[in-house]
């Protein structure tokens, strides 16, 4: 049986990101609460995942993560789960079928209901109140109640995430999310007894993202303290020494599977940018597993104000990715993307296409455009095709 820790370990270091709660004793009591809760996740299955990212960064498999940008709560959402595995298991076949690779399927699921924002408030009018942050922090509807910041959405984070998992059929994937609400995260960190190791069992793989990976942060520190695979954004600003200094911080072993490299360059920036990290880090000797998020740089806001991405953009940022490594030696090692099995319009382009003007006709993110189930399946087939002919 897992055991929790002592409560969290105090640190001075900055947490970038985290809300304004008003109310310290609930807090407080929801901590507590979640440090009795059983881990959403088991040690063996982390250590299984490890091994299989491992091959991946090895150029013996590919990393397929993809999922909603930002989850919801309620039972619609739960509803979709089985439709989102489905199509991310379809997305996997064609990879594999195009690649002759082993496909590694991790949901962003169970577990991604926190999000970072470039802004604490938001504007509208007269009115301004804080952002929304994700269905763990406050509501979507801007309000004063909903927009609140209230801890006992962290214990419905739990128990969705629960139901999240039990909606996944066995063995189809593993689940990861962004390690973004530190209360949250360090509530649900569990030793093994057998073995003394710390692991996160709020997830099987934990991402820390592009606004908080400081090497001096506290997400960093948290996610140097458990055994879990951890993946890191890494987006245009960045340098080759923060990528070593990430790798001596949360990988001194140099262990295969433990670190994941998920780049966000964009389509315009990545050619520039990518291949002096890559090559540092690769002379570095560290293992990393290289994966590319082509979507978070490509993001547009259309003339209806709506956000969204071109699957132009998307596929231009993958075509670049793989062929970067190809020209290093390297292994590009798989897609992070956001993505639905449902037919929402909510990126632009596709054989079925949706244009600027129909964006808002089925349009149902909490957050940021997703691609839909035909475009997911159409980039997967045009991701195996690039790392073919690359």
Same mark, same amino acid.
């Given at each position: 049986?897992?055991t929790?820790p002592?409560?969290s370990?105090h640190?001075?270091?900055?947490a970038?990101?985290?809300?304004?709660?008003i109310?310290?004793v609930?807090?407080h009591?929801?901590?507590?609460?979640?440090e009795k809760?059983?881990?959403l996740v088991?040690?063996?299955?982390?250590?299984?995942?490890?091994?299989?990212?491992?091959?991946?960064?090895?150029?013996?498999?590919?990393?397929?993560?993809g999922?909603?940008?930002?989850?919801?709560f309620?039972?619609?959402?739960?509803?979709e789960?089985?439709?989102n595995?489905?199509?991310?298991?379809?997305?996997?076949?064609a990879?594999?079928?195009?690649?002759?690779?082993?496909?590694?399927?991790?949901?962003r699921?169970?577990g991604?209901?926190?999000?970072?924002?470039s802004?604490?408030?938001?504007?509208?009018?007269?009115?301004?109140?804080?952002?929304?942050?994700?269905?763990a922090?406050?509501?979507?509807e801007f309000?004063?109640?909903?927009?609140?910041?209230?801890?006992?959405?962290?214990r419905?984070?739990?128990?969705?995430s629960a139901?999240?998992?039990e909606?996944?059929?066995?063995?189809?994937?593993?689940?990861?999310?962004?390690?973004l609400?530190?209360?949250?995260e360090?509530?649900?960190?569990?030793?093994d007894?057998?073995t003394?190791?710390r692991?996160?069992g709020?997830?099987?793989?934990?991402?820390i993202?592009?606004?908080?990976?400081?090497?001096?942060?506290a997400?960093?520190?948290?996610?140097?303290?458990?055994?879990?695979?951890?993946?890191?954004?890494?987006g245009?600003?960045?340098?080759?020494?923060?990528?070593l200094?990430?790798v001596e911080?949360? =990988? %001194?072993?140099?262990?295969? #599977?433990?670190?994941?490299?998920?780049? $966000?360059?964009? /389509?315009?920036g990545? +050619?520039?940018v990518l291949p002096?990290?890559?090559?540092?880090?690769?002379?570095?000797?560290?293992?990393v597993?290289?994966?590319?998020?082509?979507m978070?740089?490509?993001?547009?806001?259309?003339?209806?104000?709506?956000?969204?991405?071109?699957?132009?953009d998307?596929a231009?940022?993958?075509?670049?990715?793989v062929?970067?490594?190809?020209?290093?030696?390297?292994?590009?090692?798989?897609?992070?993307?956001?993505?639905?099995?449902?037919?929402?319009?909510?990126?632009?382009g596709?054989?079925?296409?949706?244009?600027s003007e129909?964006l808002?006709e089925?349009?149902t993110?909490a957050? =940021? %455009?997703r691609l839909?189930r #035909?475009?997911?399946?159409?980039?997967? $087939?045009?991701a /195996?095709?690039?790392? +073919?002919?690359n």
């Amino acid at each position: 049986m897992l055991t929790a820790p002592t409560r969290s370990r105090h640190t001075s270091r900055t947490a970038a990101q985290q809300p304004a709660w008003i109310d310290p004793v609930t807090l407080h009591r929801v901590i507590g609460d979640l440090e009795k809760q059983p881990p959403l996740v088991q040690p063996r299955e982390v250590d299984r995942l490890r091994e299989m990212l491992g091959r991946a960064a090895a150029g013996q498999a590919l990393l397929l993560q993809g999922g909603h940008c930002a989850e919801t709560f309620g039972e619609q959402a739960l509803d979709e789960v089985e439709n989102n595995v489905g199509t991310l298991r379809r997305m996997g076949r064609a990879l594999s079928y195009g690649t002759g690779l082993p496909i590694v399927p991790v949901g962003r699921m169970a577990g991604q209901y926190a999000k970072p924002r470039s802004r604490s408030t938001e504007t509208r009018g007269e009115v301004e109140l804080p952002s929304y942050r994700g269905d763990a922090v406050n509501g979507p509807e801007f309000n004063e109640r909903d927009r609140a910041p209230d801890p006992w959405r962290m214990r419905t984070v739990y128990d969705e995430s629960a139901a999240v998992l039990e909606r996944i059929p066995d063995g189809a994937c593993h689940v990861s999310h962004e390690a973004l609400l530190l209360d949250y995260e360090n509530a649900l960190v569990r030793v093994d007894p057998e073995t003394g190791r710390r692991y996160s069992g709020s997830g099987h793989m934990l991402w820390i993202g592009e606004r908080t990976r400081q090497l001096d942060g506290a997400h960093v520190e948290f996610a140097a303290g458990v055994d879990n695979p951890i993946g890191v954004k890494v987006g245009p600003t960045a340098t080759a020494d923060q990528l070593l200094g990430l790798v001596e911080l949360l =990988d %001194p072993g140099h262990r295969p #599977g433990r670190l994941t490299f998920i780049t $966000r360059m964009g /389509a315009e920036g990545v +050619t520039e940018v990518l291949p002096e990290l890559v090559e540092k880090v690769a002379s570095s000797g560290s293992p990393v597993l290289w994966v590319c998020d082509p979507m978070h740089g490509n993001t547009r806001t259309a003339d209806n104000g709506l956000k969204t991405r071109w699957i132009s953009d998307i596929a231009a940022e993958v075509h670049a990715f793989v062929r970067i490594h190809r020209a290093l030696g390297t292994h590009p090692g798989g897609l992070h993307l956001e993505m639905t099995g449902s037919h929402v319009t909510e990126c632009v382009g596709g054989f079925d296409p949706v244009t600027s003007e129909t964006l808002g006709e089925r349009y149902t993110s909490a957050c =940021d %455009p997703r691609l839909n189930r #035909g475009q997911s399946l159409e980039l997967a $087939r045009l991701a /195996a095709d690039l790392w +073919t002919r690359n």
